[in-house]
């Protein structure tokens, strides 16, 4: 086995499996998290959202968190309820959260990112349903030929490129906060040859205590959180053209590999 010779931080978890393959490259990975997320714990908001599953919504979902916070929610519930949400996302592991618990039908369409998520919806609104919500037991109030107004479930560090696109294009944005983000910053005690970002909550906390060398290469799991970065340093930002966090970590390995596979540079 090659000996390790480049080290990359990632700033969230990571399995064993992906540090493993990392080591077999020769490639050291450090996991350590910068932000840390808790679900809302209020009765309210529990009953408000309880309230909701009876509904018929456009319910939008930009972060796995949001996801599991709601779900988590509703499985409580000591009625079982059929849920006439149609649902926007972001694509990976939100997609997939959304998927395990109110099925592949219920998703009407997704996207990389939170404002491409947004030109999703608004296009859909221009033309009519699309064919992921054409379904005969929706109700009309809820598809995206009749949205009015949709519901956001969110962090309280939401970003507002989403938001914003929506209501400049005369939709109205109901968003309902279901979990907090803390920052969790660490002084780091050694230079690293890359490091990957996986959210600009996780970049703002980092940089609050730490300065990278001008040789570190920084990853960006997207565009916003590459604007994040920008933000702190100049350094060569690299940004994956995937929304899974994975696949942001090989994207690092191969550039330290001398392969520049799927990859922008900003």
Request: one cysteine or more; aromatic letters at 8%.
């Amino acid at each position: 086995m090659p000996q390790n010779k480049t080290a990359i931080l990632s700033t969230r978890p990571l399995g064993n499996g992906l540090t493993e393959e990392a080591a077999a490259m020769g490639i050291m990975i450090d996991a350590l998290s910068f932000i840390q997320t808790e679900p809302l714990q209020d009765p309210g908001l529990d009953q408000q959202i309880r309230d909701l599953s009876r509904e018929s919504l456009t319910a939008v979902f930009t972060s796995m968190n949001a996801v599991d916070a709601v779900t988590d929610c509703l499985r409580a519930q000591k009625n079982a309820t059929r849920y006439f949400w149609t649902i926007y996302c972001i694509g990976a592991a939100t997609r997939q959260r959304v998927q395990e618990y109110f099925g592949e039908d219920s998703i009407a369409g997704t996207a990389p990112s939170a404002g491409e998520l947004a030109d999703t919806i608004i296009r859909d609104v221009n033309a009519g349903a699309p064919a992921g919500d054409r379904k005969s037991d929706r109700r009309d109030a809820g598809t995206p030929a009749g949205i009015r107004a949709l519901t956001f479930f969110c962090g309280d560090q939401r970003r507002d490129e989403l938001p914003d696109q929506l209501q400049r294009a005369g939709i109205e944005v109901r968003e309902i906060i279901v979990y907090r983000t803390r920052q969790t910053p660490h002084p780091l005690e050694k230079a690293y040859e890359g490091i990957a970002f996986f959210s600009p909550s996780a970049v703002h906390s980092f940089f609050s205590l730490n300065k990278v060398p001008p040789a570190t290469v920084l990853f960006a799991i997207g565009r916003t959180t590459a604007a994040a970065i920008r933000q702190y340093s100049g350094n060569p930002t690299i940004v994956g053209v995937s929304p899974e966090k994975d696949a942001l970590i090989r994207l690092a390995m191969d550039h330290f590999r001398g392969r520049s596979q799927d990859k922008q540079l900003e």
